[in-house]
């Protein structure tokens, strides 16, 4: 990346560093963390000139007060994080495919992005409908994992959840749908979802967005 001239049209925020939490050498490998992470400062100096928002701009949860790095409803980021991308499909009501780190890079760089898949009406529907059937609420990882290993990639709609959850989008509930849309993406590949009379597009559209 030497002589780096490219710039993020806006600025950007990044995955934590490993550097940054691990500073004892990683078991089982020959070198420590300091020679495999070398280049690391220079690297950090690269991104810097690239558009980086700040030198705390690093986190998975780059949609958190704390960063700053808030989409609005229909605004299109070049996100590649998986967790991130879900909440801001989800709850934000944003547009984000799951593309590579790479080609939202590129995408940032450029200001333009591919239209297709999440970022089309089309492409928003639902394909499952999933009723969630329990005397308490569920635990947002298990029920997360669970439609994620189901669905796929697909996008659900899922029912009954409001009920413990509630219908405001206040702290506590963003913290389930962060939790439970994060196992989706992990134990799935899911780039969106739907919970009935909370989310932003299914208070909008209800179940008319089953295709």
């Given at each position: 990346m030497q002589g780096l001239k490219q710039k993020s049209r806006l600025p950007l925020t990044l995955d934590p560093?490993?550097?940054?939490?691990?500073?004892?050498p990683m078991k089982n490998y020959k070198n420590s963390t300091s020679d495999l992470y070398a280049h690391q400062e220079r690297y950090e100096e690269q991104l810097k000139k690239l558009g980086l928002k700040?030198?705390?701009?690093?986190?998975?949860?780059?949609?958190?007060?704390e960063v700053g790095n808030i989409p609005s409803k229909g605004q299109i980021p070049s996100w590649a994080e998986s967790s991130a991308v879900v909440f801001a499909n989800a709850v934000l009501g944003a547009r984000s495919n799951r593309n590579s780190g790479l080609i939202e890079l590129l995408c940032g760089i450029v200001g333009k992005t591919p239209e297709f898949g999440l970022l089309t009406d089309e492409g928003r529907r639902a394909g499952w409908l999933i009723e969630v059937k329990t005397t308490k609420v569920?635990?947002?990882?298990?029920?997360?994992?669970?439609?994620?290993?189901?669905?796929?990639?697909?996008?659900?709609?899922?029912?009954?959840?409001?009920?413990?959850?509630?219908?405001?989008?206040?702290?506590?509930?963003?913290?389930?749908?962060?939790?439970?849309?994060?196992?989706?993406?992990?134990?799935?590949?899911?780039?969106?979802?739907?919970?009935?009379?909370?989310?932003?597009?299914?208070?909008?559209?209800?179940?008319?967005l089953l295709e």
């Open positions: 560093l490993i550097l940054r939490v691990q500073k004892q700040s030198e705390n701009a690093f986190s998975c949860t780059s949609y958190m007060p569920p635990t947002a990882t298990v029920l997360g994992s669970a439609i994620g290993m189901k669905v796929v990639g697909d996008v659900p709609y899922i029912v009954g959840l409001d009920q413990f959850i509630g219908t405001e989008l206040d702290s506590n509930t963003k913290d389930y749908l962060i939790d439970m849309g994060a196992a989706t993406a992990s134990n799935g590949a899911v780039g969106l979802y739907h919970v009935e009379n909370v989310t932003p597009e299914a208070i909008e559209h209800g179940r008319e």
